[in-house]
């Protein structure tokens, strides 16, 4: 995906908070080692669910972030037309 920023982290983030159907908990960075994931918050004592896994560079998260947010909206279009899994 080329370069990416934290902001492009965060942005990404972000919008993956606004498309969320269930808005008790929402997702997160985590970042260690040099690295970063993607983390969903599960309770309100912070605890976290990993949703990528390993703490990767700024690009390749990004990058993970995109198309899980891809597989997210299109399940979201599959449930709105009635779509059943085979």
């Keep these: 995906m080329g370069r990416a920023t934290r902001k492009d982290l965060e942005n990404a983030v ?3 908070n606004r498309i969320q159907t269930d808005n008790k908990f929402n997702y997160g960075l985590s970042g260690a080692y040099g690295g970063w994931q993607l983390v969903k918050y599960v ?3 912070g605890g976290e669910q990993n949703i990528t896994y390993g703490y990767r ?3 390749e998260t990004l ?3 995109v198309q899980y947010r891809k597989g997210y909206e299109q ?3 599959d449930i709105e037309k009635g779509v059943k899994k085979k």
């Design 75 to 77: 399940a979201l279009l």
């Design 63 to 65: 990058d993970l972030i």
């Design 57 to 59: 560079p700024k690009s």
């Design 43 to 45: 309770n309100e004592f």
């Design 14 to 16: 972000k919008y993956l």
